[in-house]
C-alpha cells in the first residue's frame, strides 16, 4: 500500500504521527490499553475485532514502540500487551479526541465522560501551554511555524501561510 504523507510532508509531526495512530483500531486499542487491558483475549472482546485485525494492530504498536510484548504464562506461553512510555504519553491525545466528541454532544447524551478519581466530579480537558496556562485553542493566537530542523518544503509551507481571517470580537 502506497503511502498517505506526501513527499514535502514526511517531516511534519502530525503527518507522521497520524501513521503512527491514525487508524480506527489503533486508537481504540490504545484507548482500551489506557483502561487496563493488557490481554489479547480482553482487548478483543472489548473491541469486537477479528483475530488477524487485532495481531496485525498489536504487532504495529509494538514495532512503533507504544506498547511492550511480555509473556505471562509460560505454559502454554501467553503474552500480554502493557504500554510504554512512549504510548503512555499518548494518553492527552486520546482525552483530548474523547473530549471533542463530548463536546458536540449534550451531557445526558455522553456515553463516556472524564472524571476525576478521588471526587467523581467530571472535568473539562484543555490543552494549555504548560508555561503560561493559556488555552490553546485560539488558532488567530497561537499559529505554527517552521521550525529549527524544518526543511525547504516546511519553510515554503509557511513563508506562504494565508493571512488569519479578521476575528469578531
Known amino acids: 500500500m502506497a503511502s498517505r504523507i506526501r513527499l514535502e510532508d514526511r517531516e511534519c509531526p502530525l503527518s507522521t504521527t497520524v501513521q503512527h495512530v491514525g487508524e480506527w483500531w489503533t486508537l481504540l486499542i490504545l484507548h ?15 473491541l ?57 454532544l449534550a451531557p445526558e447524551e455522553r456515553a463516556m465522560i472524564l472524571i476525576d478519581a478521588d471526587s467523581g466530579e467530571e472535568v473539562d480537558p484543555a490543552i494549555v501551554d504548560a508555561k503560561t496556562g493559556h488555552r490553546l485553542d485560539d488558532s488567530d493566537k497561537y499559529v505554527f511555524t517552521a521550525g529549527p530542523a524544518a526543511g525547504p518544503a516546511m519553510r515554503d509551507r509557511y513563508a506562504t501561510r494565508p493571512p488569519a481571517p479578521a476575528r469578531d470580537e
Open 48 to 104: 469486537g475485532i477479528s483475530s488477524s485485525m487485532l495481531t496485525t494492530r498489536l504487532k504495529t504498536l509494538v514495532t512503533d514502540g507504544l506498547l511492550e510484548r511480555r509473556p505471562y504464562q509460560t505454559n502454554p506461553v501467553r503474552h500480554e500487551y502493557v504500554l510504554t512510555d512512549l504510548g503512555r504519553s499518548l494518553r492527552p491525545v486520546i482525552v483530548a479526541l474523547a473530549a471533542w466528541g463530548n463536546s458536540r
Open 32 to 46: 482500551d490499553a489506557f483502561d487496563g487491558y493488557t490481554r489479547f483475549d480482553q482487548f478483543q472482546e472489548s
